[in-house]
């Protein structure tokens, strides 16, 4: 069973930066997408990046490209969501997902993502 946890949320003052982590156990992660989803208080769950865990290519959403950098450690067998400028709009859960990678849906649909984390809060201040 594919088991993943989710460290790094916290509070943060506007223009700084967090370091989010998902530890992912439980099985061989060749072809999967590994992804990072938010959800904001009275808004839907939404897409904010996304790698291929096999050749590392990644995917952003709009709103925080530039910002937001995924990357992955194979030793470790974790991926990481690093957030620089971060600003009041980036306040939700955090939610970290994986999934096989068949090519059906995109990287940010959530249907590509079986397995999910138990969300960490990210607070921004003005």
């Known amino acids: 069973q594919v088991h993943l946890v989710e460290s790094g949320g916290g509070l943060v003052q506007a223009g700084g930066s967090l370091r989010l982590s998902c530890a992912v156990s439980?099985?061989?992660?060749?072809?999967?997408?590994m992804g990072w989803f938010r959800q904001a208080p009275g808004k839907e769950r939404e897409f904010v990046a996304a790698i291929r865990w096999s050749h590392g290519n990644t995917y952003y959403a709009d709103s925080v490209d530039g910002r937001f950098t995924i990357s992955r450690d194979g030793t470790k067998n974790t991926f990481y969501l690093q957030m620089n400028s971060l600003g009041p709009a980036d306040t939700a859960i955090y939610y970290c997902a994986t999934g096989w990678y068949s090519g059906v849906y995109t990287y940010r649909a959530t249907e590509v993502y079986r397995y999910w984390g138990q969300g960490t809060q990210v607070t921004v201040s003005s």
């Open positions: 439980g099985g061989s992660f060749s072809g999967y997408a």
